[in-house]
Protein backbone atom coordinates (compact mmCIF):
# COMPACT_ATOMS: atom_id res chain seq x y z
CA UNK A 1 0.00 0.00 0.00
CA UNK A 2 1.54 3.45 -0.77
CA UNK A 3 1.33 6.08 1.80
CA UNK A 4 -1.03 9.03 0.00
CA UNK A 5 -1.03 11.31 3.35
CA UNK A 6 0.95 14.35 1.43
CA UNK A 7 -2.59 14.41 -0.88
CA UNK A 8 -5.27 13.41 2.08
CA UNK A 9 -7.06 16.69 2.60
CA UNK A 10 -7.10 17.30 -1.10
CA UNK A 11 -8.65 14.00 -2.04
CA UNK A 12 -10.40 13.84 1.46
CA UNK A 13 -12.68 16.85 0.03
CA UNK A 14 -12.69 16.20 -3.13
CA UNK A 15 -14.51 12.46 -2.10
CA UNK A 16 -17.12 14.52 -0.34
CA UNK A 17 -17.62 16.94 -3.21
CA UNK A 18 -18.08 14.42 -5.68
CA UNK A 19 -19.97 12.54 -3.44
CA UNK A 20 -22.59 15.13 -2.72
CA UNK A 21 -22.99 16.63 -6.22
CA UNK A 22 -23.31 12.72 -7.37
CA UNK A 23 -25.94 12.09 -4.35
CA UNK A 24 -24.09 9.40 -3.19
CA UNK A 25 -24.43 10.30 0.75
CA UNK A 26 -23.93 7.27 2.12
CA UNK A 27 -20.58 5.93 0.83
CA UNK A 28 -17.47 6.78 2.70
CA UNK A 29 -14.79 6.42 -0.46
CA UNK A 30 -11.99 3.92 0.71
CA UNK A 31 -9.59 6.50 -1.46
CA UNK A 32 -5.94 4.19 -0.29
CA UNK A 33 -8.08 0.87 -1.60
CA UNK A 34 -9.43 3.11 -5.41
CA UNK A 35 -5.44 4.23 -5.36
CA UNK A 36 -3.53 1.01 -5.10
CA UNK A 37 -5.94 -0.21 -7.19
CA UNK A 38 -5.26 2.16 -9.97
CA UNK A 39 -1.50 1.81 -9.73
CA UNK A 40 -1.65 -1.68 -9.70
CA UNK A 41 -3.57 -1.90 -12.81
CA UNK A 42 -1.31 0.48 -14.02
CA UNK A 43 1.11 -2.12 -14.24
CA UNK A 44 -0.74 -3.66 -16.71
CA UNK A 45 -1.20 -0.54 -18.99
CA UNK A 46 -0.46 3.00 -18.15
CA UNK A 47 -4.46 4.04 -18.72
CA UNK A 48 -5.33 0.57 -16.93
CA UNK A 49 -5.74 2.25 -13.42
CA UNK A 50 -8.65 4.62 -14.43
CA UNK A 51 -10.60 2.24 -16.65
CA UNK A 52 -10.41 -0.31 -13.60
CA UNK A 53 -11.48 2.07 -10.74
CA UNK A 54 -14.19 2.76 -12.87
CA UNK A 55 -15.32 -0.60 -13.44
CA UNK A 56 -15.35 -1.44 -9.70
CA UNK A 57 -17.14 1.66 -9.20
CA UNK A 58 -19.78 0.46 -12.15
CA UNK A 59 -19.74 -3.10 -10.51
CA UNK A 60 -20.23 -1.57 -7.09
CA UNK A 61 -23.26 0.46 -8.05
CA UNK A 62 -25.01 -2.40 -9.57
CA UNK A 63 -24.34 -4.68 -6.52
CA UNK A 64 -25.17 -1.89 -4.46
CA UNK A 65 -28.61 -0.86 -6.41
CA UNK A 66 -29.60 -4.99 -6.12
CA UNK A 67 -29.03 -4.70 -2.49
CA UNK A 68 -27.07 -7.25 -2.92
CA UNK A 69 -24.01 -5.11 -0.89
CA UNK A 70 -23.93 -1.94 0.84
CA UNK A 71 -21.75 0.34 -1.33
CA UNK A 72 -18.46 0.08 1.20
CA UNK A 73 -18.73 -3.73 0.58
CA UNK A 74 -19.60 -3.34 -2.74
CA UNK A 75 -16.43 -1.36 -3.69
CA UNK A 76 -14.48 -3.73 -1.46
CA UNK A 77 -15.66 -7.03 -3.50
CA UNK A 78 -15.69 -5.36 -6.59
CA UNK A 79 -11.57 -3.80 -5.72
CA UNK A 80 -10.87 -7.43 -4.55
CA UNK A 81 -11.61 -9.00 -7.82
CA UNK A 82 -9.90 -6.37 -9.56
CA UNK A 83 -6.81 -6.82 -7.71
CA UNK A 84 -6.85 -10.78 -8.25
CA UNK A 85 -6.85 -10.27 -11.87
CA UNK A 86 -3.96 -7.66 -11.54
CA UNK A 87 -1.89 -9.99 -9.59
CA UNK A 88 -2.46 -12.64 -12.56
CA UNK A 89 -1.97 -10.52 -15.71
CA UNK A 90 1.40 -10.11 -17.53
CA UNK A 91 2.11 -6.31 -17.67
CA UNK A 92 3.04 -5.34 -21.72
CA UNK A 93 5.60 -3.30 -22.36
CA UNK A 94 5.40 -2.21 -25.93
CA UNK A 95 5.52 -5.09 -28.88
CA UNK A 96 6.92 -7.87 -26.25
CA UNK A 97 4.53 -10.91 -26.65
CA UNK A 98 2.40 -9.85 -29.81
CA UNK A 99 1.93 -10.19 -33.14
CA UNK A 100 3.57 -7.84 -34.67
Not at 2 to 17: G, I, K, M, V
Not at 29 to 53: C, K
Amino acid sequence: MTNYDDHEPELRDWSRQLTQALQILDLQVDRNLLLDLAAESSAVSPSAGPISTFVVGYAAGLAAATGEKNATAAVETAAAVARQICATSTPRTGWVDTAQ
